[in-house]
């Protein structure tokens, strides 16, 4: 049983969604708009231009072509782009204000100090200590501040311990795409897929949590398998030892040198460690309740942030600075950019090709979906990707079931990244971390080696387990969009 | 996106978590107070802050009235016993007048020679309680007395007050090299980010060791970083605080750490524990 159309879609793609004809303008509104988007896309693939940059000229030039062309009305529809994801803004403000100051509370670092230690240095353990923990991390932290506090503990550590970073590092940057996975505020491109799909948190939290955990456990093997000499070689302790007591000692050793580590020397003030604590759950628990108390996870995510401020004794100015305002810009233009396309009828365009391309069959189209969002994923940015989707999917869901595909484009986008070292941002700040932390620098080869294998073994992971719950008719059912969470693109 | 200084800042961060010597932490033992009273205006503070002292930990306070013209060798006689003695400075002359244009001859000499901690009155103070219950223990003012600081300022902060540790770099300072190797620092980094985590480094040892028992002695433990000239630093940290300055103080007048805790206290308003 299928429940898949959201009542609220206000852009052409619902109108073609309820069966009705798409908006026309003409050929040449759509292919203006069509190009500047993919200039735009290229640019930011290639570097060429900052994304920010990129994303903005291109919602500019598109807003002009739009409005010239006719394709938008007036200017007041620009407004009424961005208005439908400013939930995905808001979370996105609340969640910065509180990841920082739990950051700064120092509550992370204990906990990492704290696991980490147990694995007593032993190289395997402590490589598989550190990617449950960027899991964890990324789960409750977002992407990019939970991948960077392990990869730091990673390196240092591996620096006491006189151990090659590199399968470490690499196994965070792997594991964290599949941490963003977890919950449905754990990454940006969750949250956007997630709030576009209409899909409830908790609902989302049951049937990605085992694909999370399942990838992850797939990163982990591979990058155990691919530096198993490095992961299995330790130090010896002292020459002229039998190999048996060398080992002894050597783990002695390591095990001394990780127990230095204080992890109570990281908090600067208990009352802060305590409340952040406390905080970060009651957010949590505030996402899973966010549905029933008819709220939005924006509310929520505002309101975490604002008690954050309120009770943290910390300098307000200091934790506003720290909202990721590069990814809001990003998202305005992007947004702005891809609602212009939208009102074209060029992504409906697209639908309708790709939907026939698979002949209206679902499980022909999620393997589609996923081999193409996973490609696109690993050249450019995940989140252009996924908001260009988004209006595509919605447009599919008219004549195919609407659950795998939106499972299908949620998992793939997230862990498309894994494929190449540019990929994901999790990626691009464990090789920051080799290149500054270690002086190692991971080739293209490498990373297709390790990066490449994992990226395979997980989508077809992904691929199983998206078609077994689609063969068994095992996807919840999607809730009806309420009019207070408009679908993003 | 985080950058290469967040990675570098949360790097330097478990680094300076590497604690190589632990501390056994413990609250000081004052028991016995000495009150020293010199007939000026600072009376009514010694008064103050020998009654919330003893109120915080239950010492018994003696009084001495200091009185001739060679006072230090009677406070030194009456100091014979004592865990700490409160005495006002200048001694001898009105705070309002002369507080910030020398400690005294007497508070100098006493400063050599009491094995005590002194405490010594400043200005009036608006609330003992609060002020010796929220003590701000400035470690690198005299940094080889900095356990035993914090430990009379742990003393005086346990069961329900607030104890402020300040670490302070100095970037004017040429900071030891092997400091830094020592704290895998990179000597030719010294941007405010590396030095903010040498004094996080610094600090580290005390801070786990206060931290991991704040729960047990009741008291609202925070370590705050600073960068500049030490006094100044501490000076600006205590004025937000309003609560009474901890420090070491090195019994050689002409050593660093005693000039440093001399000009400390000549600049304060607020009164100063010396240990």
Request: no cysteine; proline share 8%; glycine share 14%.
């Given at each position: 049983m299928w429940v898949t159309?959201?009542?609220?879609?206000?852009s052409s793609a619902a109108a073609l969604a309820l069966g009705e004809a798409a908006p026309v303008h003409g050929a040449l509104p759509m292919a203006l708009l069509g190009l500047v988007m993919c200039v735009t896309y290229a640019l930011i693939a290639t570097g060429r231009m900052h994304k920010v940059t990129a994303a903005l000229t291109g919602g500019i030039v598109c807003t002009v072509i739009a409005l010239a062309t006719g394709?938008?009305?007036?200017?007041d529809a620009v407004h009424v782009i961005l208005t439908k994801d400013i939930g995905v803004l808001g979370v996105i403000v609340g969640t910065s204000i509180l990841v920082d100051i739990s950051g700064r509370s120092g509550l992370f670092q204990f906990l990492a100090i704290k696991i980490a230690k147990?694995?007593?240095?032993d190289p395997e353990r402590l490589f598989a200590a550190l990617c449950a923990l960027t899991v964890a991390f990324v789960s409750l932290l977002t992407i990019a501040p939970g991948t960077l506090i392990v990869a730091s503990l990673a390196l240092v550590l591996c620096r006491t311990l006189s151990l090659d970073p590199r399968p470490y590092l690499i196994g965070v940057a792997l594991c964290a795409n599949s941490g963003a996975?977890?919950?449905?505020?754990?990454?940006i491109c969750t949250l956007m897929v997630g709030t576009a799909a209409g899909l409830p948190y908790l609902q989302f939290f049951i049937v990605s949590t085992p694909v999370a955990l399942l990838t992850a456990g797939v990163a982990w093997a591979v990058v155990r398998r691919a530096y198993r000499g490095v992961l299995r070689a330790a130090p010896a302790a002292?020459?002229?030892?039998d190999a048996e007591t060398a080992r002894a000692a050597a783990a002695e050793q390591r095990a001394t040198a990780v127990a230095a580590?204080?992890?109570?020397?990281?908090?600067?003030?208990r009352r802060l460690f305590f409340r952040s604590a406390l905080l970060l759950a009651g957010t949590v628990i505030g996402f899973a309740l966010a549905q029933p108390l008819g709220v939005g996870l924006d509310f929520i995510a505002m309101s975490g942030g604002a008690a954050a401020i309120l009770f943290s004794g910390q300098d307000p100015e200091e934790a506003i600075r720290k909202v990721n305002w590069t990814v809001i810009l990003f998202f305005v233009g992007l947004f702005v950019m891809i609602g212009a396309v939208e009102h074209s009828g060029l992504l409906q365009s697209a639908a309708g090709g790709l939907t026939s391309i698979t002949g209206g069959n679902i499980y022909v189209a999620v393997v589609v979906l996923v081999l193409f969002v996973a490609v696109t994923s690993g050249v450019m940015d995940n989140i252009p990707v996924a908001a260009t989707m988004v209006p595509i999917v919605t447009t599919m869901t008219a004549t195919l079931p609407a659950a795998p595909l939106w499972w299908s484009l949620v998992l793939a986008a997230n862990l498309g990244?894994?494929?190449?070292?540019?990929?994901s941002i999790s990626g691009v700040i464990a090789l920051s971390a080799l290149v500054e932390g270690g002086g190692q620098k991971v080739g293209w080869g490498e990373w297709f080696r390790v990066g490449g294998l994992t990226l395979i073994l997980q989508l077809l992971v992904v691929l199983a387990w998206v078609l077994l719950f689609t063969g068994f008719d095992l996807f919840p059912a999607l809730p009806q969009l309420s009019a207070g969470a408009a679908p993003a693109h | 996106m985080e950058s290469n200084d967040d990675l570098k800042r949360e790097m330097a961060r478990f680094e300076a978590a590497r604690v190589t010597a632990p501390i056994d932490l413990q609250p000081a033992e004052l028991r016995v107070l000495l009150a020293v009273f010199?007939?000026?205006?600072q009376d009514a503070t010694v008064a103050a802050l020998a009654r919330a002292i003893s109120a915080r930990t239950g010492a018994t306070v003696r009084e001495h009235h200091a009185t001739g013209a060679e006072p230090l060798m009677g406070i030194l006689a009456a100091a014979e016993g004592a865990d700490l003695v409160i005495a006002p400075s200048?001694?001898?002359?009105?705070y309002l007048t002369e507080?910030?244009?020398?400690?005294?001859t007497t508070i100098d000499l006493l400063l050599t020679r009491c094995e005590a901690p002194v405490c010594l009155a400043r200005a009036p103070v608006d609330d003992a309680e609060r002020c010796v219950s929220h003590p701000l223990v400035a470690?690198?003012?005299d940094r080889h007395r900095k356990v035993d600081a914090t430990a009379v300022g742990l003393a005086l902060a346990r069961g329900g007050g607030g104890l402020a540790l300040l670490s302070v770099v100095d970037p004017s300072e040429r900071t030891k090299r092997e400091e830094l190797i020592g704290r895998y620092i990179d000597p030719r980094d010294l941007s405010p980010e590396v030095l903010a985590t040498l004094a996080s480094a610094r600090a580290a040892a005390l801070t786990a060791a206060l931290q991991r028992h704040a729960r047990e002695w009741n008291v609202d433990a925070r370590v705050k970083f600073g960068l500049g000239e030490v006094v100044e630093r501490t000076l600006d940290v205590a004025a937000r605080r309003r609560g009474l300055i901890v420090a070491g103080r090195d019994?050689?007048?002409?050593?660093e750490g005693a000039q440093r805790a001399r000009r400390l206290v000549l600049a304060s308003a607020l009164p100063v524990l010396l240990v």
């Open positions: 159309l959201p009542t609220h879609l206000p394709v938008l009305h007036d200017y147990r694995a007593k240095g996975l977890v919950t449905f505020a754990s990454g002292a020459p002229g030892l580590y204080d992890e109570w020397a990281l908090v600067t003030d990244g894994n494929g190449t070292p540019i990929g | 010199d007939g000026t205006d200048p001694f001898g002359r009105d507080g910030h244009e020398s400690l005294s470690l690198q003012v019994r050689d007048a002409t050593s």
